[in-house]
């Protein structure tokens, strides 16, 4: 019998890039479930809105570059782009926002640096920074939850400020801890069920799409900075509790800093990132213009991705080398 | 915090059926009568240089490496207080080994007693992979008086297990004792080796003892085959090269399976999205993904740093890798690029 | 390979004749000048003031740097120069800080640093070794590719970003994007565009090449047909 020449190993693993890209979707599809039951039919038409201007952008940029042949069904990133920002946006905002916001994402934070496993910074943060630049007022001004809401917002809807804001005027939130938790707060229209949330993060961690330290990291520098710098100066517990519930924090943690694209490899060096993106956030939050800084403390830290891979890398290579000193010197940190 | 708990992968080891059935015998017997040379009279007074005389007579190969025996045994004399038998598969589908030392227990660790008892009463050990769930017979802790140690960890463990090894051990395969046994007490050559035949294509996978240089077709037609298969491999299926002719490939001392399998494995290689699970579970802390994205586009200093050379071809990264990027070939086969270009 | 490519030299010989707007321009080609490209290219207005700077100081800095050829030591002249730039900006920036109440703000220092942009910088040495008509003229294309850009950028920028040109309220409706506003828009603006003027000499040479195999595979094709006759 002949047969043909194959490369060892003959078994694999079953996880498979769509496989890890559809347990995001997944989770993201469970967020639109509470978003549709506090905002209606609205903020589903959002998210379509933004899922087909990512896709067509995408199929846009590959056909300018050249690369007709490599569009393929299989590479549901501009899916998972889409529907990242659409839960980040309130639920009134004009659809035209949403259409630009997708095309900045994509053409301009994705499209230059190469396909989809080459981008340097998180496509979705860029996208809602830009956002945030152009529509500022519009981007903190919440509806009510559990209000109905017309297609084209006019000027018959309420629209407030979430807790974050108020926080950052010197307020307190008047919310209880129960509203809090399930989302009965007006916000960002996937930010705020926190139990969704953290049920989202168990889901990932189980199935292995996500490592614990980037996020642990994250909250817990979060924490501990709220904590010793409370802003509601009588109580430190609910300085903590509101700053870590209120706005895009846990969101933040969840979707976007695990981008395995942007995040490094090494142990150390997921340790170090996530503990950088919590630090900026807080700074940004207390002493920047803008109610949330979630967004800009990760492009930022996107950008510093790169040395904390340079780090580990040095370390594991003196542990590989047996060597007993630490030569770190920045200029040639590729020796 | 340098503790790697997640280095190496557990594999669904499918060895049952294989190994609790007996081995079969299928040999030349032609080939067999005519290798008997002249046994030596008295077993329990045999000095170290008769039994490596007696072992350079008989051709014995470790199947572990494919060194003659009285070769490895010539450069550890004197040298060595434990004798470490290899009874470890950790490849799934194979027990070439494991199979062996449990049906023919006696054979076994007669040898491995008497080459304790010729090099000054070493201590002796039998090395047997801990963490298999699926056997149908329990391995006893003690057998014929030598203790069975239980080797845990992740594939491949055959590198982390040298870890446990000292420094003066020496380590030989079951099936080498077993040929040294026979050779002493029967004055037999080897002139066979034991393969592992499994797969989903097999109807009756088992282990066999056949001759050296038997076709791989003519093994494959005596356990029979379910279906046309896709796909044949001579190895383990991790580290194991596919066949392209099964008339011609011939069994070695080395070949420790045949795999046969009903489906090809159709997997397009897409891109790389940076998850880092290659790297997470490299056991020689090497970082696969850094390095095949230096190898395409030929970064020789990038190479240089990133110590691409301690590669042990073990294909962890590629078994993991979701985008089934071909990881572990590419990086293994940059030691002999880069080596001529050294010379030169 | 006998290549004759009667159409190319003459595109590429046409382009070099315009050195300094299509072929070296200062801001797409070399980079130089790039903060006010950037930071100044809000609005139309801005960017006009800007290039009215630009020629009164910068081309009279050149024919003086092409006269004072070697009276002035090489080591002096980064003072010298930038130094005579200055003193040319000083009645610019009387005429134009009360034309409108926030120009002089919106601009901030960028009309006064004009003195030490890189491309006069970077001028001073090739306009040395050059006659004063020479260095004029180099001077003014270069001045030429310069504003072009610039009034591009500045063009697209308040258009999309303001709904407004040279503030009069254009665009129906209230579409803005006030971070075209900012300078990051004007980095990744700019960066378009040179990518965009990049892929256009690409597809031009591309095209003619196509044009010339075409042609030159009809006329062995004709050839043929006649010696078949």
């Known amino acids: 019998m002949k047969f043909k020449p194959q490369q060892p190993p003959h078994i694999f693993h079953t996880d498979s890039n769509c496989s890890i890209m559809g347990d995001v979707l997944i989770t993201t599809v469970c967020l639109y479930f509470m978003a549709f039951y506090y905002y209606g039919i609205r903020s589903l038409l959002i998210g379509l809105t933004a899922v087909v201007a990512c896709c067509l952008s995408q199929m846009l940029y590959m056909t300018l570059m050249g690369k007709k042949d490599e569009i393929s069904l299989r590479d549901w990133s501009p899916i998972v782009t889409g529907m990242i920002i659409s839960l980040m946006l309130p639920a009134s905002i004009p659809f035209s926002a949403v259409i630009i916001i997708c095309m900045f994402a994509i053409l301009v934070a994705k499209a230059p640096f190469g396909r989809t496993g080459e981008n340097l910074f998180n496509p979705a943060a860029a996208g809602i920074a830009f956002g945030v630049v152009c529509w500022g007022p519009q981007m903190f001004s919440y509806p009510q939850p559990m209000h109905s809401l017309p297609l084209i917002i006019d000027e018959s809807v309420r629209l407030v400020s979430n807790p974050s804001s108020m926080l950052k005027l010197g307020g307190i939130p008047p919310y209880t801890f129960s509203e809090v938790i399930f989302g009965n707060v007006p916000g960002p229209m996937g930010a705020t069920n926190i139990l969704v949330i953290t049920a989202c993060l168990i889901f990932l961690l189980c199935r292995g799409t996500v490592r614990w330290h980037q996020p642990a990291a994250f909250i817990a520098v979060c924490t501990v900075f709220a904590f010793l710098f409370p802003r509601i100066s009588y109580s430190r517990g609910q300085s903590v509790l509101f700053e870590l519930f209120s706005g895009s924090l846990m969101f933040a943690a969840v979707f976007m800093l695990n981008d395995p694209v942007t995040s490094p490899k090494r142990e150390i060096g997921r340790l170090m990132y996530g503990a950088a993106a919590g630090f900026i956030t807080m700074l940004a939050r207390y002493f920047g213009s803008f109610p949330q800084g979630a967004c800009f403390a990760i492009l930022l830290v996107n950008s510093m991705c790169l040395l904390f891979d340079i780090f580990s890398e040095k370390i594991y290579t003196m542990k590989r080398r047996e060597l007993r000193e630490f030569k770190f010197t920045f200029g040639k940190a590729i020796r | ?344 | 390979m006998n290549l004759n490519l009667h159409l190319v030299r003459p595109y590429a010989k046409a382009r070099k004749k315009f050195k300094g707007i299509f072929y070296k321009n200062p801001v797409v080609g070399l980079g130089l000048a790039l903060p006010f490209a950037v930071v100044c290219s809000n609005t139309l207005q801005n960017a006009a003031i800007i290039c009215i700077a630009m020629l009164l100081s910068f081309v009279p800095t050149m024919m003086l740097a092409s006269a004072l050829n070697k009276k002035i030591p090489a080591a002096l002249h980064f003072i010298a120069y930038p130094s005579a730039a200055a003193i040319l900006l000083i009645p610019i920036t009387l005429l134009v800080t009360p034309l409108s109440a926030n120009l002089g703000d919106n601009l901030g220092f960028y009309l006064q640093i004009l003195a030490v942009n890189s491309l006069l910088i970077y001028s001073v040495r090739p306009c040395a070794k050059m006659t004063p008509q020479k260095a004029a003229k180099y001077a003014l294309m270069n001045w030429l590719g310069f504003s072009l850009v610039m009034l591009c950028l500045a063009f697209i920028r308040e258009l999309l970003g303001s709904g407004t040109l040279w503030g009069v309220p254009v665009l129906a409706g209230s579409f803005k994007l006030s971070g075209l506003a900012f300078p990051f828009a004007g980095f990744i603006m700019l960066g378009f565009m040179m990518a965009f003027i990049r892929t256009l000499n690409r597809q031009m040479y591309r095209l003619l090449i196509h044009i010339e195999i075409n042609r030159k595979e009809e006329k062995r094709v004709l050839d043929a047909a006649r010696s078949l006759q």
């Open chain 2, 1 to 344: 915090m340098f503790e790697r708990h997640s280095q190496g992968v557990y594999l669904v080891q499918n060895k049952e059926p294989a190994f609790s059935r007996d081995i079969l015998t299928f040999v030349n017997n032609k080939i067999v009568s005519e290798s008997f040379f002249k046994a030596p009279e008295n077993v329990d007074e045999l000095t170290a240089d008769e039994i490596i005389e007696i072992a350079r007579t008989a051709e014995i190969v470790d199947e572990r490496d494919g060194r003659a025996l009285y070769k490895k045994l010539i450069k550890a004399k004197g040298k060595f207080s434990r004798i470490v038998m290899d009874a470890m598969d950790d490849e799934p589908y194979v027990s070439s080994q494991m199979a062996p030392m449990f049906h023919l227990a006696d054979e076994a660790t007669g040898g491995l007693k008497l080459l304790a008892k010729v090099f000054n009463n070493s201590e002796t050990v039998i090395f047997v992979y801990k963490n298999l769930n699926d056997l149908n017979i329990n391995i006893p802790k003690i057998i014929n008086d030598i203790p069975v140690e239980g080797v845990g960890g992740r594939y491949p463990i055959e590198h982390g297990a040298l870890l446990n090894i000292r420094s003066d051990d020496l380590v030989i395969g079951a099936c080498a004792l077993i040929h040294l046994y026979r050779a002493v007490t029967q004055g037999r050559k080897q002139t066979t080796c034991f393969v592992t035949v499994s797969g989903d294509c097999i109807a009756n996978p088992r282990n066999l003892e056949v001759s050296k240089g038997m076709s791989v077709d003519s093994i494959m037609e005596r356990c029979g085959l379910i279906d046309i298969p896709q796909k044949v491999i001579v190895g383990g299926p991790m580290t194991g090269t596919s066949v392209i002719d099964t008339e011609t490939t011939k069994v070695t001392t080395t070949t420790r399976a045949i795999i046969v399998m009903k489906h090809d494995n159709k997997n397009v290689p897409t891109i790389c999205i940076g998850c880092g699970r290659c790297v997470e579970c490299c056991p020689v802390n090497l970082s696969p993904m850094h390095i095949y994205k230096a190898a395409k586009r030929n970064f020789y200093n990038h190479l240089k740093m990133m110590d691409y050379y301690k590669c042990i071809g073990c294909g962890t990264c590629s078994y993991v890798c979701p985008a089934k990027l071909d990881l572990s070939n590419t990086i293994y086969a940059l030691t002999e690029r880069f080596e001529s270009n050294e010379n030169d």
